[in-house]
Structure formats: C-alpha cells, structure tokens
C-alpha cells in the first residue's frame, strides 16, 4: 500500500486544504477513487474528538481497506463541507495522472451524520460520481418531515439535502444503502426508509442491505460475521461499479 499524507488542493473559497490519498501496492494501473465524505466542518470535529476527520482511525481504517480492495481512497480536511468536498472531486479528476488515479469518475462513502452530504453528490447538479455506498446515513427529509433537518442542527453535520427531492437525484447512478436494523439514532432509519421505499417506486438504481442485529456504527462496534459480510458487500458494490483500473507507468 502506498500513502501520500497532506496533499495540497484549494477548498471552496479557495483557501489551502490537505487529503491523504491511500493506493493499491505498487502496480502498473490506475486505480479508481473513492471520497471518504465528511459531513461535519473540521473545527466542530477536532474540537470534539481532538482530531480532523481524515485523522480519525476510522477513516484510516476504511481508506485501507479500500486500497487493500483495489481501489484507490480520499480523504480530505474542510472548512466548508459541502463546497470542499465538491472543490476535492473535481481537483480528484483534473489531477488524476499526478495522482496515479483514474479519471473515469469517483465514488463516495459515507457514514451516519456524513450521509446527507454524501448523498447530495449524486445530484443532477452536483459533481459527476459514478456511485456512492451509504451505511446508516441520514439521508434526506421528504413528504414534510424534519428529521434529518433537526438532528442536522442538533449534531452539527451539514444537512445537504434540504429542500430537495428524489427528483433531483441521478437516476443512473447506483447507490448502496446498509441500514442497521436496531440503529437507535432519532429519525435516521425513518428517514431512510421512507427514501427506499420512493426510490423503489421510481425504479432508482438502489442496492439495500438490511443488516436486522445491526446498531448504529456496526462496522466499529460488531465484530460479528454479519457485520463483515456487510463490510464486504460495501467494498464488492465499490469495486464492482467504478470499474477496472487503467495502465499506467508503474511508480
């Protein structure tokens, strides 16, 4: 596994920002990118946890493993979640041979309070993502509820969604969604649900794996052959949706 910690890219407003970027050993390809998204703004999450995002041995765990999978994995700090994310796909791409990643498109992850950001990737007008992995999102408020929008401001995450519908979503972009059947967040599984059921009536390209004994951040908290079968099922949707890697000089 190759790791380059601290990567410059300019945020949003332009301001200096880092990610670290997790390859596959020593290759001759071009491996695609997966975004590990946050969702909350970096001051709130190192004053809480004392550490940034991309710090978090979560998030070094995940981008890993992605890069034991095959694929290549992101993660970035932020001011501004929702435009230093958009701001890190973008420069993902334009920069992709530097990076020795392919430029065929992305995919993003994301996890509990980071998933409303996430989903609103696979926006008609967001950035082009080929797909995105979701497990125990908040997603988004539909039919007049509120949510996600309370626990938005009552967590700190940022609540990307708000105002949209599953209209605006990319009809052609598949999503993964791992729900944790005993996640004892408020609003999160109702929220959730209520956007499967839709996405199912539109006939959305949604993959939904319910994991019944699951709580809310399984993929920490249960080591249990349930929780890996996810955690595999997560990394196959990933691999199997951004496609084959490109050749490239091997580094």
């Known amino acids: 596994m190759i790791v380059r910690s601290d990567i410059e890219f300019a945020g949003a407003a332009g301001q200096p920002l880092v990610f670290d970027l997790f390859r596959p050993g020593r290759s001759a390809t071009r491996p695609p990118a997966v975004i590990l998204v946050a969702g909350f703004p970096d001051a709130g999450t190192q004053k809480m946890l004392g550490c940034r995002f991309k710090e978090m041995q979560f998030t070094v765990s995940w ?15 932020n001011h501004e979640p929702a435009g230093d994310l958009a701001a890190l796909i973008q420069h993902a791409l334009t920069n992709a041979d530097a990076l020795g990643i392919s430029d065929s498109g992305v995919g993003v992850m994301a996890t509990s309070g980071h998933g409303a ?4 990737t696979l926006m008609k007008s967001g950035p082009p993502v080929a797909c995105g992995a979701f497990l125990y999102p908040y997603t988004m408020d539909l039919d007049g509820a509120t949510g996600v929008a309370e626990m938005s401001k009552r967590f700190g ?4 969604c708000a105002g ?5 979503l990319c009809t052609d972009v598949p999503m993964l969604f791992a729900r ?3 996640d004892a967040f408020p609003h999160l599984n109702t929220s959730l649900d209520r956007l499967v059921a ?6 959305l390209p949604l993959t939904i794996v319910n994991y019944p004994a699951g709580v809310h951040a399984f993929d920490l908290m249960d080591p249990s052959e349930g929780s890996r079968a996810i955690i595999r099922s997560v990394l196959t949707f990933l691999t199997s949706h951004l496609g084959r890697a490109e050749n490239e000089p091997a580094p």
């Open 198 to 203: 839709q996405g199912l009536t539109r006939n």
């Open 157 to 160: 995450f940022v609540d990307a």
């Open 63 to 77: 981008a890993k493993l992605i890069a034991a999978s095959g694929l290549a994995a992101v993660a970035a700090t």
């Open 117 to 120: 950001l996430g989903l609103s």
């Open 164 to 168: 949209r519908t599953l209209d605006d």
């Open 180 to 182: 944790a059947g005993q």
